[in-house]
């Protein structure tokens, strides 16, 4: 089939990638791209595990088009930690907090947590398991991750209040 030329920011950098109508973002994302962190758990849009940050926004990327994409700004776990390899707050609270075990659901739910805590700096536990409900994990049952959530709102919050 036919490709289409579509221009991506994909974790600061700009690139251009040749991508058929039909091609998933996920699979551009982890097979040409080669940013395999964003995962496949379904295929009906529930579990989450493809979720990435774009423009602004949480988007599960199994069911979006590459083509969709054209000219965003995208963000995936890859991006996360800090040019000198230190972790993001919220990837140190995931880790400190035991908010994973097999790691699958983990690139999705930090990318949706990281635009969660954009959305809302300061969440009650209530709005930590609203605003991640569209993630699923077969592992944790979802307490510690609720902690790291918590945890890198305090994190994130001392800092802007530092600054
Ligand atoms: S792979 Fe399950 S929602 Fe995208
Ligand atoms: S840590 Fe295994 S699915 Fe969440």
Same mark, same amino acid.
């Given at each position: 089939?036919?490709?289409?030329?579509?221009?991506?920011?994909?974790?600061?950098?700009?690139?251009?990638?040749?991508? %058929?109508?039909?091609?998933?973002?996920?699979?551009?994302?982890?097979?040409?791209?080669?940013?395999?962190?964003?995962?496949?758990?379904?295929?009906?849009?529930?579990?989450?595990?493809?979720?990435?940050?774009?423009?602004?926004?949480?988007?599960?990327?199994?069911?979006?088009?590459?083509?969709?994409?054209?000219?965003?700004?995208?963000?995936?776990?890859?991006?996360?930690?800090?040019?000198?390899?230190?972790?993001?707050?919220? &990837?140190?609270?995931?880790? %400190?907090?035991?908010?994973? &075990?097999?790691?699958?659901?983990?690139?999705?739910?930090?990318?949706?947590?990281?635009?969660?805590?954009?959305?809302?700096?300061?969440?009650?536990?209530?709005?930590?398991?609203?605003?991640?409900?569209?993630?699923?994990?077969?592992?944790?049952?979802?307490?510690?991750?609720?902690?790291?959530? &918590?945890?890198?709102?305090?994190?994130?919050?001392?800092?802007?209040?530092? %600054?």
């Amino acid at each position: 089939m036919a490709k289409t030329l579509i221009k991506l920011t994909v974790n600061g950098d700009e690139m251009e990638v040749a991508v %058929e109508p039909r091609d998933l973002l996920i699979h551009t994302l982890r097979e040409q791209l080669e940013l395999t962190g964003a995962h496949i758990g379904c295929d009906t849009s529930h579990c989450g595990a493809c979720t990435v940050d774009l423009d602004g926004r949480s988007v599960k990327s199994c069911t979006m088009f590459a083509v969709q994409a054209d000219g965003a700004e995208i963000t995936t776990v890859e991006g996360m930690a800090h040019a000198d390899g230190t972790l993001h707050a919220i &990837q140190e609270a995931f880790r %400190e907090m035991h908010g994973l &075990q097999c790691g699958f659901c983990t690139p999705g739910m930090i990318m949706r947590a990281h635009r969660l805590l954009q959305e809302n700096p300061m969440p009650t536990e209530d709005e930590i398991r609203w605003g991640i409900s569209g993630n699923l994990c077969r592992c944790t049952g979802y307490q510690n991750i609720v902690k790291a959530v &918590q945890m890198a709102s305090e994190t994130l919050s001392q800092k802007v209040a530092a %600054e």
